[in-house]
Every structure is written in structure tokens, then in C-alpha cells.
């Protein structure tokens, strides 16, 4: 299952690197179990599988890549006039996201989960009865999953860029770019005339918004968006900051 304890090849994820005792400091946060679901990444689920990743390890411009869509992307008028009929159109565009049922299935609880609410309410239980592992071996998710182990969980924590963590950034970028979603989206701001027509041009942008580093109390490159919204960080209270993003959430075995 994909809570399941693998094998790294013999890489260090700088998750682990952390002290694990810091994991259980006393947090007030009103996401407790979002932070018990970060203390998991100890034993991730399980990978893309072992050809890909070796793919990933290759310099970006001598990867393959997915096929470009030949969806139509144009935005409309209405949808240049109206910004939630622009958002709605990119719901459309996005043929790649999971059928619940199909790909997963979420186990909610009996009482539906509020943010306000401190308490676990899932009983113990898994909040993913299953995840099918097709699911990762998907271009985009295998990217996107490759780059979770680059950061450090702790946000004083200044990060440190290499020459392999920057291929996978690019690779991403690239991947994604042949997507209806992020080709709609460069077509919308170019129309918006807050970008050129230009597909490097908006790749560079998109790295540099979503990687670029920052500096965050006090330390210096400790964070980038990134990370914050997609991977999650940690506060020196133990609470955690970010993490939008599901699938890091630990599946039951």
C-alpha cells in the first residue's frame, strides 16, 4: 500500500535529517493531524517506480517528456471579462485529476471536519481507504513527487539549492507546460497582456514565482512558495505552515 515504508536508493531525504523528538513538541496549532501526517514522511509511501526515477536523474533537456496537448485553450471573452468563468474553464481542462471511486476513495468520518474543530475526529482511521499506485507513475504526479524530498521541514532552516534538485524543477516546469490547464493559463496572461506570447518566457516565470528562495524570520533563503504551499514547513511552536497539497497525506497499510 502506499503507506508503506521504501527504499531511497541510498539518497538522504532532507526530511529526515530533522531530529524526530522535535516532532513531538506540545502545538496548540488547530492542524495537529496535519502535523502528525508530516511526521509520517518518515516512511513516505511509495515512489514512482524505479525506471522513471532514474529517467529524472538525467539533465531536463535530455528527458522525454509527455505529448503537448491539442486541446483547444483559447480563453474567451467571457472568460477574459469574468475571472470565475476563467477558473471554471480551467476545472474543465484538467482531464489529469483523479476519479474518486476510480483512482481513490477518502474515509470523512462519521461528523464532517471543520477548521475550527482542534480535536482529531477520524477515529484512527485513514483518511485514504485507497490510492491507487497507477497514480504516481503519471507524468506529472511522478514530477511533482520527486521534487517533495528537497527541502528541509524546519522553516529557520536556510536551503540549499543543487544542481540536481534545479534539473527537477526544471523538468517539472516542463512537464506541466504541455498540460491544457498551464497552456490555457499562459494563453489568459498573455491576453491580459501581463506576459508575452513567449513559452520559455513563462516557464522561466513560473520558476522563478514558485522557486525562488526567500527569507523567512530571520533566516536567509529558508523558504520559497513552493515549499510552503506544496511541501509544507514547520514553525519553531512545532506548527506547521503551508502544506496544501494531499499527497503527501499518509495512506493506511
Not at 505529448?67 to 482531464?95: G, K, N, Y
Request: glycine share 4%; net charge negative.
Amino acid at each position: 500500500m502506499v503507506g508503506e515504508e521504501c527504499e531511497e536508493d541510498g539518497s538522504t531525504n532532507k526530511w529526515q535529517q530533522q531530529n524526530p523528538a522535535s516532532w513531538n513538541q506540545d502545538s496548540n496549532s488547530v492542524w495537529s493531524s496535519t502535523e502528525e501526517a508530516l511526521q509520517q514522511r518518515l516512511h513516505p509511501h511509495s515512489y514512482p517506480d524505479g525506471q522513471q526515477q532514474q529517467h529524472f536523474k538525467q539533465h531536463a533537456s535530455h528527458q522525454q517528456y509527455a505529448m503537448h496537448v491539442s486541446t483547444d485553450i483559447e480563453p474567451t471573452q467571457e472568460e477574459l471579462c469574468d475571472f470565475s468563468s476563467a477558473c471554471r474553464r480551467l476545472w474543465d481542462l484538467d482531464l489529469n485529476r483523479l476519479t474518486p471511486g476510480q483512482d481513490y476513495e477518502l474515509d470523512c468520518g462519521e461528523e464532517r471536519k471543520v477548521y475550527y474543530y482542534r480535536e482529531d475526529m477520524s477515529g484512527g482511521s485513514s483518511l485514504f481507504r485507497f490510492l491507487h499506485q497507477e497514480v504516481f507513475k503519471r507524468p506529472t504526479y511522478a514530477r511533482f513527487y520527486a521534487l517533495l524530498d528537497n527541502y528541509h521541514a524546519d522553516e529557520d532552516m536556510e536551503e540549499q539549492l543543487t544542481a540536481a534538485d534545479e534539473q527537477e524543477q526544471v523538468a517539472f516546469i516542463e512537464e506541466i507546460s504541455r498540460t491544457a490547464p498551464i497552456k490555457y493559463v499562459r494563453k489568459y496572461l498573455a491576453e491580459k497582456n501581463i506576459l508575452t506570447e513567449s513559452e520559455e518566457e513563462f516557464k522561466r516565470q513560473l520558476q522563478n514565482l514558485w522557486f525562488r528562495f526567500y527569507n523567512r524570520e530571520g533566516t536567509r533563503d529558508s523558504s520559497s512558495a513552493f515549499e510552503h504551499v506544496f511541501v509544507g514547513e514547520i514553525k519553531q511552536q512545532a506548527e506547521v505552515s503551508g502544506f496544501h497539497n494531499w499527497i503527501q497525506v499518509p495512506i493506511g497499510n
